[in-house]
Antibody, heavy 118, light 107 residues
């Protein structure tokens, strides 16, 4: 079965750092781009950025550029989304996605809930 | 950035009826448009891509149409499991953008 399995929910304080993960299985991880999508509480979907695990070519939504870092370790079929200094406004569910047909998200992880609160 | 406008925001439909959802883009995206379904507490699921191609495993009662700036998702003979939020997404121009969603509820 093709799937993306994400790390568990996180509760952090403002200013703390965080790295969440997404492990792909059931397919060739290095063949597809992996992306991240944010959904703030009760809000719409926002594309964060994407990475090609083979060479770590990364592209960001300008709204997220400089706010997060996307990385990948192809040896363990895992992609990451990280923050160096969290803000309360980073509170959201973050989904990792597999991209096909250019930039269509065909497989979604179960989501990682990130809560940032003092 | 391409702005995506979905209408209506909420659609009340009875089971067995047909639902028609609209997505408009602020500039042409050709046929580079996808539709997703999201149920409460779940991740979105890909329904349609390339404006009218059903994703693997999606029932034939879901169909998409349109090109350029106007797109439609039609769901025939609504089933109870179809009541959810539907999002469109364009992938023609960076950054990739989503619409605000249409919530479909049982009438």
């Amino acid at each position: 079965e093709v799937q993306l399995v994400q790390s568990g929910a996180e509760v952090k304080k403002p200013g703390e750092s965080l790295k969440i993960s997404c492990k792909g299985s059931g397919y060739s991880f290095t063949t597809y781009w992996i992306g991240w999508v944010r959904q703030m509480p009760g809000k719409d979907l926002e594309w964060v950025g994407i990475i090609y695990p083979v060479d770590s070519d990364t592209r960001y939504n300008p709204s997220f550029q400089g706010q997060v870092t996307i990385s990948a370790d192809k040896s363990i079929n895992t992609a990451y989304l990280q923050w160096s200094s969290l803000k309360a406004s980073d509170t959201a569910i973050y989904y990792c996605v597999r991209l096909v047909v250019r930039y269509v998200f065909d497989i979604w992880g179960q989501g990682t809930t990130v809560t940032v609160s003092s | 950035e391409i702005v995506m406008t979905q209408s209506p925001a909420t659609l009340s439909v009875s089971p067995g009826e047909r639902a028609t959802l609209s997505c408009r883009t602020s500039q042409s995206v050709s046929s580079n448009l996808a539709w997703y379904q999201q149920k409460p507490g779940q991740a979105p699921r890909l329904l349609i891509y390339a404006a009218s191609t059903r994703a693997t495993g999606i029932p034939a009662r879901f169909s998409g149409s349109g090109s350029g700036t106007e797109f439609t998702l039609t769901i025939n003979s609504l089933q109870s499991e179809d009541f959810a939020v539907y999002y469109c997404q364009q992938y023609n121009i960076w950054p990739l953008t989503f619409g605000g969603g249409t919530r479909m509820e049982i009438k």
